[in-house]
């Protein structure tokens, strides 16, 4: 029924404000809803006014009070075929907080010399996705210099993967002996960690050492921050694999878990097959066999006496 009062159209049974409130409050489960997204975008425009007043200005800084085992950063210098990489770690490890400290002023390598690329997957936590992943470039005369992306951290600051959602490390290649950022990993952690050989085409393996070497210096010259999804060990090098062939490395949820990507990498034809993704799993794995050496040899040299 309507009725006309004073020129204004009042409805005694329409939905009007007051109404809607009674019902509101008549409805608990409606009342929840309402209540949860008014926390939500509470939380989504305070997460919007705290990233652009307080993290978006931040900006990625080469100079400051660094932890020990990445004070230095490095540098490369091409000269031809051959790089000279400077401040090269080389670390003795007894525990994580007992150790010798050393950095290698410099250390050439020709390009012309490369006898294998490995991509090494540390699997540090007992969640299978959260690893660690690097690279591992050895050379005909022995020498093997490892390569892995870092968040980079000052003295008494520790990684948490919330941190690095925002800008709270830096992004730090380091380039060290595997004998020092393995040993770490496989007698010190004891982590679980694999080792894969990488198939590289004809010539891909130099633009390899090249694209390396060229971020290494990029990182000097324009710092850039860490992240715990879009800027990773993992991201990192896929995304140097993709400007040495595009495309090489299609985008998978696997590349943001990096403890997954053993499956993708045997699937993609990165790495070599010794019999099937299972055994290749098996074989692969250095950790146990490193920590049963003996101290005869170099710690690379005995790895590769027990891969394929």
């Known amino acids: 029924m309507e009725r006309w009062i004073g020129g204004t159209k009042k409805c005694e049974f329409g939905i009007g404000g007051e109404h809607l409130i009674e019902q509101l409050f008549d409805d608990p489960i409606l009342l929840g809803l309402c209540a949860i997204a008014l926390v939500v975008a509470i939380t989504i425009l305070l997460m919007i006014f705290i990233w652009t007043t307080k993290i978006w200005p931040l900006k990625p800084k080469l100079e ?18 051959k790089i000279t990489f400077k401040n090269v770690r080389d670390f003795f490890w007894r525990t994580t ?15 012309e010399e490369i006898k294998d690329i490995w991509f090494v997957v540390d699997q540090f936590h007992s969640i299978k996705g959260l690893a660690h992943t690097l690279v591992t470039i050895e050379f005909n005369d022995g020498v093997c210099l490892s390569f892995s992306f870092e968040a980079r951290r000052v003295v008494g600051q520790r990684y948490h993967p919330w941190d690095g959602l925002w800008r709270a490390y830096e992004l730090y290649l380091l380039v060290g002996l595997e004998s ?22 004809p010539g891909k393996d130099k633009q390899m050492l090249f694209g390396l070497a060229k971020k290494l210096n990029k990182l000097v010259e324009e710092p850039e921050f860490y992240h715990s999804l879009l800027t990773t060990c993992n991201t990192s090098i896929v995304s140097l694999v993709n400007k ?3 495309g090489r490395i299609p985008f998978t949820w696997r590349n943001l878990l990096p403890g997954y990507t053993p499956r ?10 010794w019999g099937g993704f ?7 794995r250095i950790d146990l066999i490193a920590q049963k050496w003996d101290g005869e040899g170099t710690y690379s040299e005995m790895l590769r006496e027990h891969l394929p």
């Open 64 to 81: 400051a009070n660094w932890r020990s085992d990445c004070e230095f950063h490095g540098q490369a210098i091409i000269d031809g075929t």
């Open 97 to 111: 907080k007992d150790f010798d400290g050393n950095w290698i002023d410099e250390i050439t390598v020709d390009s």
């Open 180 to 201: 020092d950022i393995m040993g770490l990993r496989t007698n010190v952690s004891k982590n679980k960690d694999y080792m894969f050989r990488a198939i590289t085409p």
């Open 244 to 246: 040495v062939t595009p």
């Open 264 to 273: 993708a990498a045997f699937k993609l034809g990165l790495i070599e097959d």
């Open 278 to 284: 299972d055994q290749t799993i098996e074989v692969s």
